[in-house]
């Protein structure tokens, strides 16, 4: 059985990776939710705080006035998946 854990991070990898692909968001938004990507799975830090600066740049994107709704609403989902691991 796969961990809870991998499977929520698997999860939040798919939606940063929709996000990241989408050429109908922002240059810089895919940027971020690619760099969040790496920075969630770099082995430098300790889970917890890797999910709590990725949760920090996704608010910091989800904030941006010109992130169409669709997106703010992928960003939001991983947020609150990110949120429940910590």
Same mark, same amino acid.
């Given at each position: 059985?796969?961990?809870?854990? &991998? ?14 692909? &989408? ?5 810089? =938004?895919?940027?971020? #939710? ?12 300790? @889970?917890?705080?890797?999910? #709590?600066?990725?949760?920090? =740049? ?12 669709? #997106?703010?609403? @992928?960003?939001?989902? #991983? ?5 429940? =691991?910590?």
């Amino acid at each position: 059985m796969i961990n809870t854990v &991998d499977k929520k991070l698997e999860q939040v990898s798919t939606l940063l990776d929709m996000l990241a692909e &989408d050429t109908s968001v922002p240059r810089n =938004i895919r940027k971020g #939710a690619k760099d969040s990507k790496e920075r969630l799975f770099g082995q430098h830090e300790a @889970l917890d705080l890797r999910c #709590a600066s990725v949760v920090s =740049i996704l608010e910091e994107l989800s904030n941006d006035p010109n992130i169409p709704l669709h #997106a703010r609403t @992928l960003i939001w989902n #991983a947020t609150s998946i990110l949120e429940s =691991i910590k």
